[in-house]
Structure formats: structure tokens, C-alpha cells
């Protein structure tokens, strides 16, 4: 016959709250890990594709430490021939003396010493345009990828813009060979991570995509949508960011506004990434 024993009772209630205690923390972990947040150090400069204005210029070299910084240019996500006519005298980088072209569609060399030697002591570095996947291919997860994490760990600043602002996102959109109108594409939806827990679209003014990110969070409810207007930019420092630029930036998040799955901030509003709110 069984007999009612207390103290096996007290370890039964014991191990019922040692595993609601884990689960608690795995919860605790995954809301952490699936955070919305901007670099540790260092800032970002993302503009939504078109006309890089000068007040955004002027904020992306005042970032590196002035005209006298080093600065480093990577056009790879244009196309070869787009590529070809670079030269110091054609970059976008007004009249700057300190400025190193960096660009290959070969990842062995993007791995080499050789090779990432001037992001070593680079204080700023810039993204041109063209397809995400070019970044992908020649970058992710290779030497240039971590030393360009350094430029920001001691404190410089990545800019881009088009390709080059939504490679900087840990979630990658338009990454597909086939075309930019596809949003997820399976083999390019990582991007280098600069901006955690986001997704960010460009052009969204001209090409109408307002509400193209959307279909990502919809698929992704962790993620948080960023889009910028042409000629507009977002300036992440830590977990904040200001608006700067002639246009709009939308926030898609997963809820509903007015209607809408997004709402806009606009020049001089600043925005906060960990609270997913407006400051």
C-alpha cells in the first residue's frame, strides 16, 4: 500500500517551480536577444537612395572626425561597370583628400590582410548604391565584414545609401538576384548587422513602396520596418536615431495607425529603438 509522503510532495512542488523559473528566463533571453538596437559605439548614416544632400554629407564626415579623417568608399553593389569609372575625383566625397576605393567580387580577397588593410584605420565609410546582393556575396561574414564592426567599436561611422542603407540592417530586403521587387529572398535575408532586430527599405517616395514592409513584418513580428524618402536619412547613434534630409521616414511595427500599418516621422523628429517609440 502507498503512503502519502510529504516530502516527496515538497519536490514535486519544488521541480514545478525550478521549470517555470527556466522557462521564464528562455523568455527573458528571447525578448533580449529579438531587441531593436542601434551600434554599441560608433554611428550610422543611412539615407534613402536619390540626391545625398549636403546637410547629410556634412553630417557623415562630421561623424568620422572631419575633412582630415580617413575615409573608405566600397561601390561593390553597383555593377562592374559602374565600378570601373571610380576614382577619387568622381566619389561623392567632396573634396576630401583621405579617401581609399575598396571593392571585389572575390571573397578569398575579401578575407586577405592585403585587402582590409585601409578599413583598419578608417574612421568612416561609405556604401554606394546598387543590388543588395552584391554585398552579400563578396562581404558577409568575411574578414571585411568583422573589421568593418571595428570602424564602429572605436567609435566611426558607416554610411549608405539605396543598397547601402538597407545592408546595414540585420534583416536584408530586396536581396534577391532575380529582382528588387521581391522582398524576401531565401540565401539573402541576412544583412551585416549594423542595426539589430530591423529592416530597412529605401526609395520609398518614388517608387511607391510605403507599404512594401509590411509582407516582412507580417512574416516576421519580431522585426521593425524602417523606410526612408529619397534624399532622407536616419542618424543612428546607439539606440536612438534623428531624421534628417528634404523627406520621410516610415515606422512599420505591427500595429495599426489610423488604418495604417505604418506611420512617418519627419526631419528633426528622433526616434527610439529599444522603446519603438517616438521621443
Not at 25 to 39: D, E, F, V, Y
Not at 61 to 72: K, S
Not at 93 to 120: C, M, Q, W, Y
Not at 207 to 217: G, H, S, T
Request: proline share 4%; with cysteine.
Amino acid at each position: 500500500m502507498l503512503r502519502y509522503s510529504p516530502r516527496c510532495e515538497k519536490d514535486k512542488k519544488l521541480r514545478k517551480h525550478f521549470i517555470v523559473f527556466i522557462v521564464v528566463l528562455g523568455l527573458i533571453a528571447s525578448i533580449s536577444l529579438a531587441q531593436t538596437k542601434g551600434p554599441r559605439k560608433g554611428s550610422l548614416v543611412i539615407v534613402g537612395g536619390g540626391r545625398v544632400s549636403q546637410e547629410i554629407w556634412d553630417r557623415f564626415i562630421m561623424l568620422a572626425g572631419g575633412p582630415q579623417a580617413n575615409f573608405v568608399f566600397i561601390p561593390t553593389a553597383a555593377p562592374d561597370p559602374v565600378n570601373n569609372q571610380q576614382s577619387p575625383e568622381n566619389l561623392p566625397f567632396f573634396g576630401l583628400k583621405n579617401v581609399t576605393v575598396l571593392h571585389t567580387r572575390d571573397r578569398e580577397r575579401a578575407n586577405s590582410e592585403e585587402f582590409i588593410a585601409p578599413l583598419r584605420k578608417a574612421n568612416g565609410v561609405w556604401f554606394g548604391g546598387g543590388r543588395q546582393w552584391r554585398l552579400v556575396d563578396s562581404y558577409l561574414n568575411t574578414l571585411t565584414h568583422k573589421e568593418l564592426q571595428a570602424v564602429l567599436d572605436r567609435g566611426g561611422v558607416i554610411g549608405g545609401t539605396s543598397a547601402g542603407a538597407s545592408i546595414q540592417a540585420s534583416y536584408l530586403v530586396r536581396g534577391a538576384r532575380e529582382g528588387n521587387q521581391l522582398m524576401m529572398a531565401k540565401g539573402y535575408e541576412v544583412g551585416l548587422g549594423f542595426i539589430k532586430n530591423v529592416a530597412i527599405d529605401q526609395h520609398l517616395n518614388t517608387r511607391k513602396r510605403e507599404d512594401d514592409l509590411q509582407e516582412v513584418i507580417t512574416a516576421h513580428p519580431d522585426l521593425l520596418g524602417i523606410g526612408l524618402d529619397e534624399s532622407t536619412a536616419i542618424v543612428v547613434r546607439g539606440d536612438l536615431f534623428e531624421v534628417i534630409g528634404a523627406g520621410r521616414v516610415a515606422i512599420t511595427d505591427g500595429k495599426n495607425h489610423n488604418g495604417s500599418g505604418h506611420y512617418f516621422l519627419t526631419r528633426g523628429d528622433h526616434f527610439d529603438l529599444k522603446k519603438r517609440d517616438k521621443r
